[in-house]
């Protein structure tokens, strides 16, 4: 193992099943490293609580041990506050906000996992663009970290760090909040060590002291956030706010930047930079009417900014659909075309499925609970089974409308030995693990959910997929209802499925999006990258409109006479016209999970 400087654990250390393969930076409060999950296959960031001036590595161990006994208390407060964060952020799912996949405590410390995220700090990108942005660039910029903070702020959690520096821009300028600093604002207030604590020019007068009628709220977040808004315009942070409280010198915006930018957006910033807290803006809400900025236009993410009106009208729609007669396919989302046609995947597809089967034992698929049936207990007396009834009209264009053959009456003879149980049908989640299982590990193929939990007939789920090869993306799913397998891009409305090396593909792309539309449980996603483009008619795919489906009786038909294979829905690749190609894939599983 290569030993690192300073208090992080070697590389190739193992912290439950997260292999360290790298250190992407180590602070006065934690170390965060680059790590493998041995678990799911996939390259996460893993943080540990490190504050240094309390505590040390113990040599050749992954053991943290305070310095002395009376570090102790300081310690164990910033612990406690290092796990909270990683609760406080576990409880959000938005594009700007840090994600949380899980936290625990161990080695005397404690460590969360999020994912490996890479970018340009905005205070960098600010620096190499060199002028001062536009703006409606600073708009575009800083309205997805708007909405994320009125998200937090409407659970009375508040940032209290926002700076240029704590700002990630990710591919295509998407912003990213960074570092919460729970643990380091415990332990400086404990120790007095404000200056570690506060940023100069964007901490507000109540963050410097304790002062009867000073608390903190929204309006401090909202301070910082002018500041930076400052620093972006006149290339340097306003004068720190205990100075301004003394002797406020500082020439307004308005005055400063007059001409380049409008007259609303600089007063709204000005507002947002007073220094006394009740002359703020006391809400986002109220700071994005102040700048001019439309609320409505940066990300599909609004869980508080929706309108009674438009939550009626979302659950109005979801409610046609259920009605509606077109086939249902996936018992999860709602697919809007731009025409505004409307499809209710909940119900029958265009083949009645099997019985439900017992449910998988593992899988590496599910972040929430999957629903399963009971597995059918076996008849006690053999009689032979009538045929099954035609499925109902809304469901039978491809189906022999005759009507079945006559029943022949069961014989009358017992037997004197229970016969053995019947096989159940495959999960249909078990052919997308054996599909994974047969990916060739050399090609990385990454999905990043924006909403790993989206609410029924609010929330419209997106993802973005990225590569390490070229070639041509598929995305298979089985719905919440466990009853459908479909192939989901491409579909009829999008069938462009190209996708260039580490370049993200975004989807749903314009023209169509998802509303959730129940019931709650897990949809269970495959991400799939050929050379060239596939053919999935061996594995029974049957065509519709607007997915391609996998009938879960034709399927398992198929899985019984190969054996027990089942990662045969992948087909095969059509090298014709493409050049050289192969039949290996890239592939990576993630699910989004549908809540009441």
């Given at each position: 193992m290569d030993e690192p400087p300073g208090n992080a654990l070697p590389i190739g250390s193992r912290i439950a099943e997260f292999e360290i393969t790298g250190i992407v930076g180590e602070g006065g409060f934690g170390i965060v490293y680059l790590a493998y999950d041995h678990s799911l296959e996939r390259s996460v960031a893993l943080k540990e609580y490190m504050p240094s001036s309390l505590a040390a590595r113990v040599a050749g161990s992954s053991e943290v041990r305070i310095k002395t006994r009376r570090n102790a208390e300081t310690f164990k407060a910033g612990l406690r506050s290092f796990v909270n964060e990683a609760k406080v952020l576990a409880q959000f799912d938005h594009p700007a906000l840090v994600k949380v996949y899980r936290f625990w405590e161990e080695n005397g410390t404690a460590y969360m996992v999020m994912p490996y995220y890479q970018g340009i700090t905005l205070k960098d990108w600010l620096r190499e663009h060199g002028e001062a942005p536009d703006e409606a660039t600073l708009k575009h910029l800083l309205g997805p970290v708007l909405e994320a903070l009125d998200v937090i702020h409407r659970a009375q959690i508040f940032h209290r760090d926002i700076a240029p520096d704590n700002i990630l821009l990710l591919d295509g300028e998407r912003p990213l909040l960074l570092d919460f600093g729970a643990a380091r604002r415990v332990i400086g207030d404990m120790t007095q060590a404000l200056t570690v604590i506060l940023k100069p020019g964007y901490a507000p007068i109540e963050q410097y002291a304790e002062v009867p009628g000073m608390k903190q709220g929204a309006f401090t977040d909202i301070y910082a956030l002018g500041a930076l808004i400052y620093y972006a315009i006149v290339g340097r942070t306003p004068p720190p706010s205990v100075a301004r409280m003394v002797n406020d010198g500082m020439e307004p915006l308005a005055t400063q930047a007059a001409g380049r930018y409008s007259a609303q957006f600089l007063e709204g910033v000005d507002r947002c930079l007073a220094v006394r807290q009740e002359d703020r803006p006391q809400s986002i809400r109220e700071m994005w009417g102040l700048l001019g900025i439309d609320a409505e236009q940066f990300t599909q993410v609004l869980p508080s900014a929706t309108t009674d009106d438009e939550r009626a009208r979302r659950l109005e729609e979801v409610d046609k659909a259920s009605r509606s007669p077109l086939p249902a396919m996936l018992g999860a989302l709602l697919l809007v075309a731009a025409a505004g046609a409307a499809w209710y995947f909940a119900g029958s597809g265009p083949s009645a499925p099997p019985e439900r089967a017992a449910p998988i034992a593992e899988t590496t698929v599910a972040t929430g609970p999957a629903d399963a049936a009971e597995p059918p207990s076996p008849p006690a007396v053999a009689t032979p089974q009538p045929e099954p009834s035609p499925p109902p009209a809304a469901a039978v264009d491809s189906v022999d409308m005759a009507p079945p053959p006559a029943v022949v009456p069961p014989p009358t003879v017992v037997p004197t030995e229970t016969p053995p149980p019947v096989a159940a049908p495959p999960e249909p989640v078990s052919f997308l693990q054996a599909a994974f299982q047969g990916r060739d590990r050399g090609r990385r193929v990454d999905v990043e959910v924006n909403r790993s939990r989206v609410r029924i007939g609010r929330d419209k789920p997106s993802f973005r997929v990225r590569s390490s090869d070229s070639g041509y993306l598929y995305v298979f799913m089985v719905g919440t209802d466990?009853?459908?397998?479909?192939?989901?891009?491409?579909?009829?409305?999008?069938?462009?499925?190209?996708?260039?090396?580490?370049?993200?593909?975004?989807?749903?792309?314009?023209?169509?999006?998802?509303?959730?539309?129940?019931?709650?449980?897990?949809?269970?996603?495959?991400?799939?990258?050929?050379?060239?483009?596939?053919?999935?008619?061996?594995?029974?795919?049957?065509?519709?409109?607007?997915?391609?489906?996998?009938?879960?009786?034709?399927?398992?038909?198929?899985?019984?006479?190969?054996?027990?294979?089942?990662?045969?829905?992948?087909?095969?690749?059509?090298?014709?016209?493409?050049?050289?190609?192969?039949?290996?894939?890239?592939?990576?599983?993630?699910?989004?999970?549908?809540?009441?």
């Open positions: 466990s009853e459908h397998l479909i192939v989901l891009f491409p579909n009829r409305i999008d069938g462009d499925n190209r996708i260039s090396a580490d370049a993200p593909l975004t989807l749903p792309r314009s023209g169509w999006s998802f509303i959730a539309g129940g019931p709650a449980g897990t949809n269970h996603l495959l991400a799939l990258v050929s050379d060239a483009p596939r053919d999935f008619s061996s594995g029974g795919v049957e065509h519709g409109e607007p997915f391609d489906e996998f009938p879960l009786g034709r399927i398992a038909e198929l899985s019984a006479r190969r054996g027990g294979e089942r990662g045969f829905i992948v087909g095969e690749a059509d090298c014709a016209g493409a050049g050289a190609c192969n039949d290996a894939y890239g592939a990576t599983l993630f699910s989004i999970e549908e809540i009441d």
